[in-house]
């Protein structure tokens, strides 16, 4: 029986969390983090003020958890790509960070992490970990395992990782965060996605 109790209170506290973080988004989208107040959120999710303070205690945590919830979404696996084909793989991947980067939903809560940082020290100063979102956990593993099987040689999948998404990024992600009305083709990204990886490739390919 308490065993029974405790998946019920487990899949409760889910549930209640995932409303949570949907009405924080919307909210915090609607208003901006200032006019944003977590008695808002709670009432919107439908859900009690001591529900919330529980699992967010400070609007900074909650704001931080509507980001990573943004990315927070299955991507395909680097297996389904032949580990041999190390730019493939990246191809692979490079897609998932942009189809993550591009959502509207993402530009907007990093629009706001960057217009009101200035003004909240305590949003300034969260660390945000974007390394759990799942496509940049997926990229570090096909790092690790093209390196472990010799198809690259990577001492530093941070860096490297860090590089191949800076590409992505500079030419998909930051054009559209900062020029609302800017915007890339189809086939312009998938160039920007077949280059980058290409060029990952040749640094860190092996021989």
């Avoid at 200032?34 to 808002?40: N, Q």
């Avoid at 793989?89 to 530009?107: D, K, N, S």
Wanted: net charge negative; aromatic share 8%.
């Amino acid at each position: 029986m308490a065993r029974g109790t405790s998946s019920y209170h487990r899949e409760l506290a889910t549930s209640k969390r995932v409303s949570v973080l949907a009405a924080a988004t919307e909210l915090f989208l609607e208003d901006g983090y200032d006019r944003t107040s977590l008695a808002r959120i709670a009432e919107r999710a439908g859900v009690s003020k001591a529900t919330l303070f529980k699992q967010f205690p400070t609007k900074a945590a909650l704001f931080e958890a509507t980001v990573l919830a943004a990315g927070g979404t299955a991507v395909p696996e680097p297996v389904d790509v032949p580990l041999a084909d190390f730019a493939a793989g990246l191809v692979v991947l490079g897609r998932a960070y942009a189809e993550l980067v591009t959502r509207p939903e993402m530009t907007a809560l990093m629009r706001t992490v960057i217009a009101e940082s200035p003004r909240f020290p305590e949003l300034r100063d969260r660390t945000f970990d974007f390394g759990t979102l799942p496509v940049l956990a997926a990229l570090g593993r096909y790092l690790r395992d093209a390196h472990a099987a010799g198809v690259a040689e990577i001492d530093d999948p941070d860096t490297a990782s860090a590089q191949f998404l800076g590409m992505i990024a500079s030419s998909v992600f930051w054009p559209r965060l900062v020029h609302g009305t800017w915007s890339i083709t189809s086939e312009e990204q998938e160039q920007v996605i077949e280059a980058a990886a290409r060029t990952i490739a040749a640094r860190y390919g092996a021989p």
